[in-house]
C-alpha cells in the first residue's frame, strides 16, 4: 500500500520526486501567491463583473444537491457562500459590486475577468476545492495560503491547537523549548502551537513534501515567525534526529485514511489534494503507529504529545496499541471529542 | 430585581439566524407570544445554570400570575425549583468570556466521519445560552473563530430584545447605558458625550433599557420619550434605526392593539 501511495503522489506532483534527499540542493517550489494578497492590477466594467458574477450564481445554483447527493459534496447554498468569499478576495472594494453604479464604473479586482471565469469554472466543473481557487483557508484566526500538493487544513484539527494550550497552562515548563509538527502540510499546527508557546518556544514543522515545505514556509514568514518555526524536509522523526529526547511535545495530524476508503471520498478530496496527506495505508493506522515509537523516543518525560485520527474506533485502536504494545512509554493517556463529538484525539504524556 | 422576565418572540424577523433549540415543546404547541419567568430565588446553583419555566402568558398585564406551565426543562435534574440573582441586564454587562462560559457551542453536525475525509467549511457557529434557552449562531464566514464572535455580539442582541426587566415607573431615572445611545440633545444628557449607534457593542445594554422601559408604558413612544427627555419623533427615530428594536417594539404595540410605528 505504501509504496502504490508514492507513486500515486508523484503522479500528482511530477516535477518533484518524493524520493529526494531529504536536504536536496534543488530550488524549493515557488508558492503561489493566494488571490486575496495580490495587487488590484486588473480594472473590469462594473457591469461586466456583475453579468460575472449572475452567471456564476446561476452555476451554483444549477448545482442543486446533486454533488452532496453524489458524494457529499458542497450543495447550492454553500457554493453560493464560497462564491461571495471569491468576491471578497478577488475585487478590491466588493460592496461596489452590489450598489446600483454607474454603468460606466470601473472596479479594480486581483485576477483578469477572463480568469475568474476560469477559476468558477474550475470549482463547478472540476470541482477545484474553494480553497485552491483562492488559495487560501482561514483556519482558526490565521489566514494560510494553500495550493494543489498541500493539505487544505480542515477545522477539525483547530482543536489540537487548543489541546496543547491546555497542556502548557497545566505545566508552564512545557512552555519554554521545542515542539515538533510532524506532517505540516501548510505549517497550520506548526505556526498555531508556535503563537499559543510565545516568545520561549520553538517549533519544527516536517514534511515530506517540497511543496508542503514550502508553503509552510511562506506562511511562516507571513506571521513573522522565522525565528520561532524552522521547517525541516524529511520522513517524520528522521530530520530531527539532533535533538531525540529533547522534545517538549509533538503534534501531529497525519495521513490516517484507510487506503481502499481514498477513492470514495467527495471528488474536491480525492480528485484533487494530494493523496501523500491522506493515505494511512490499510487501516491508516500505519502512520500513527509509526509516530507513537518516534515520541516514545523523541519526547522529554513528561513531554506531551496530540494526534488526530480517523476518529472512534481508530483512536482507540491507538490508545490500545499505546497501552499493550508500549507499556510504560506514556501516561495520562486520553481520548478527546472534536467539536462534533467524534472520538479523535489521542493525548497523552511521556512516562 | 426580584425575577426578570424572559419574552420570546417566535416568529423571529431574522429567519434562520435566531431560534430555541428546547424546549421543543413551547415551538410546536402554541403559536404567539410566550413569556418565560424566573422562580423566586433563595439560593444559588454552582454551575450558574437555571431552571425555566416556560410559561404561556394567560393575560399580557397581570405578568406572572394566571399563567398556565406549559412545560418546563432542568438543566439540572435534580434541582425543580433553582434560585438565580442574576438580573436580566447583568447577562449583557458581562464579559465575553463570562458569557462565553454560560454558552454550549454546538457546532454543526458533520455527517460523516469528518476530518480528512471532507472538504466543507464547517464553520458555523451555534451557541446557546443556558440560562436562558437563547441561541443565536452564526455561519457567514470561513473562520469559526470570526463565526464564534458574531454569534455572540448576535446572542448579546438576542438578550436584549428578550430579557425584560420590570421598572418602576414612580422611581425610573434612565440607566447610563440607556442614556448612552439617546441622541445627544435629550434634555436628561448632561455630559455631551456622543450618541452610541447601533453598531457599536454598547448599544445592546441601552436597547434592553429602552425596551423595559417601553414595556413599562404599555408601549407609547409619547409617554417613554417623556422620561427620556425626547420629543416623540426623536425617539420614534431612534427606535426606527435598529431593526431588531423596531420590530421588538412594533411587536409588542401591535399586541396593546397600537398602530405600529413606521
Ligand atoms: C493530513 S496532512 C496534515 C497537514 C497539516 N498538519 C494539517 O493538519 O493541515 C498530513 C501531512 O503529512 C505529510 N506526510 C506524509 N507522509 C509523511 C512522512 N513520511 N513524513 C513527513 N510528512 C509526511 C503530508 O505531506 C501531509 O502534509
Known amino acids: 500500500m505504501k509504496s502504490s501511495r508514492a507513486s ?21 517550489p515557488k508558492p503561489q501567491t493566494p488571490l486575496h494578497l495580490r495587487p488590484p492590477a486588473f480594472r473590469a466594467a462594473l457591469s461586466d463583473l456583475q453579468r460575472w458574477q449572475a452567471w456564476a450564481k446561476t452555476q451554483a445554483s444549477s448545482v442543486g444537491s446533486t454533488f452532496s447527493a453524489l458524494d457529499g459534496g458542497p450543495d447550492s447554498s454553500l457554493l453560493l457562500r464560497e462564491l461571495n468569499w471569491l468576491v471578497e478576495d478577488a475585487v478590491e472594494h466588493p460592496a461596489l459590486l452590489s450598489t446600483e453604479n454607474k454603468v460606466t464604473a470601473e472596479v479594480a479586482i486581483r485576477a483578469q475577468l477572463e480568469e475568474m471565469y476560469e477559476l468558477w469554472r474550475q470549482r463547478i466543473e472540476e470541482r477545484r476545492p474553494f480553497q485552491y481557487v483562492v488559495g487560501c483557508e482561514h483556519w482558526r484566526d490565521l489566514i494560510l495560503s494553500v495550493e494543489e500538493g498541500v493539505l487544505i487544513p480542515r477545522p477539525e484539527t483547530e482543536t489540537i491547537v487548543d489541546l496543547v494550550d491546555h497542556a502548557v497552562k497545566a505545566d508552564e515548563e512545557l512552555r519554554e523549548g521545542l515542539w515538533a509538527d510532524l506532517g505540516t502540510g501548510s505549517g497550520a499546527l506548526g505556526i498555531a502551537v508556535a503563537r499559543i508557546l510565545g516568545g520561549g518556544g520553538r517549533v519544527l514543522a516536517v514534511d515530506l513534501s517540497p511543496v508542503a515545505a514550502a508553503v509552510a514556509r511562506y506562511n511562516v514568514e507571513r506571521y513573522c515567525l522565522e525565528a520561532r518555526v524552522s521547517v525541516r524536509v524529511g520522513s517524520w522523526f528522521d530530520p530531527l534526529k539532533d535533538v531525540e529526547g529533547e522534545l517538549n511535545g509533538v503534534v501531529s495530524n497525519p495521513p490516517y485514511i484507510p487506503s481502499k476508503n481514498i477513492h470514495s471520498l467527495q471528488a474536491e478530496v480525492s480528485r484533487h489534494e494530494p493523496i501523500l496527506a491522506l493515505d494511512g495505508g490499510a487501516d491508516g493506522m500505519d502512520d500513527l503507529i509509526h509516530l507513537c515509537h518516534g515520541a516514545a523516543s523523541m519526547l522529554k518525560p513528561r513531554g506531551f504529545f496530540a494526534f488526530e485520527t480517523n476518529g472512534e474506533i481508530q483512536s482507540k485502536l491507538v490508545l490500545d496499541y499505546i497501552q499493550n504494545e508500549m507499556e510504560g512509554s506514556f501516561c495520562r493517556l486520553e481520548i478527546v471529542s472534536d467539536f462534533a463529538g467524534i472520538q479523535r484525539f489521542v493525548t497523552g504524556y511521556k512516562a | ?18 431560534n430555541f433549540t428546547k424546549p421543543a415543546c413551547a415551538y410546536s404547541r402554541w403559536h404567539g407570544s410566550f413569556y418565560f419567568y424566573r422562580r423566586a430565588n433563595n439560593s444559588r446553583i454552582s454551575d450558574g445554570v437555571t431552571s425555566f419555566h416556560f410559561v404561556k402568558e394567560a393575560s399580557i398585564r397581570g405578568y406572572p400570575s394566571g399563567a398556565i406551565v406549559a412545560c418546563s426543562r432542568n438543566y439540572n435534574s435534580n434541582v425543580t425549583s433553582t434560585f438565580e440573582t442574576v438580573d436580566g441586564s447583568e447577562y449583557l454587562a458581562m464579559t465575553d468570556e463570562k458569557l462565553m462560559s454560560q454558552c454550549e457551542m454546538d457546532t454543526f453536525k458533520v455527517s460523516g466521519p469528518g476530518g480528512q475525509h471532507r472538504n466543507k467549511r464547517e464553520s458555523a457557529v451555534r451557541l ?10 452564526a455561519s457567514e464566514d470561513r473562520s469559526q473563530h470570526k463565526n464564534r464572535a458574531a454569534a455572540l455580539s448576535r446572542l448579546r442582541k438576542l438578550l436584549a430584545l428578550r430579557v425584560r426587566n420590570t421598572i418602576d415607573l414612580e422611581t425610573y431615572v434612565p440607566p447610563p447605558e440607556l442614556v448612552q445611545i439617546l441622541p445627544t440633545k435629550s434634555t436628561i444628557r448632561l455630559d455631551k458625550g456622543s450618541q452610541i449607534g447601533p453598531n457599536n457593542p454598547k448599544f445592546a445594554l441601552g436597547m434592553q433599557a429602552l425596551i423595559d422601559l417601553i ?16 420629543s416623540t419623533g426623536a425617539l420614534s427615530r431612534l427606535i426606527l434605526s435598529d431593526d431588531s428594536l423596531r420590530q421588538a417594539v412594533n411587536e409588542f404595540r401591535v399586541e396593546k392593539g397600537m398602530k405600529p410605528l413606521k
Open chain 2, 1 to 18: 430585581m426580584a425575577h426578570s422576565i424572559l419574552r420570546s418572540f417566535l416568529r423571529f424577523p431574522s429567519g434562520g439566524v435566531c
Open chain 1, 8 to 28: 500515486l503522489s508523484s503522479i500528482l506532483q511530477p516535477v518533484f520526486s518524493l524520493r529526494r534527499p531529504a536536504f536536496c540542493s534543488a530550488a524549493p
Open chain 2, 128 to 137: 446557546k445560552h443556558l440560562p436562558t434557552g437563547i441561541t443565536a449562531q
Open chain 2, 215 to 230: 414595556f413599562a408604558v404599555g408601549g407609547s413612544v409619547s409617554d417613554a420619550a417623556k422620561k427620556l427627555g425626547l
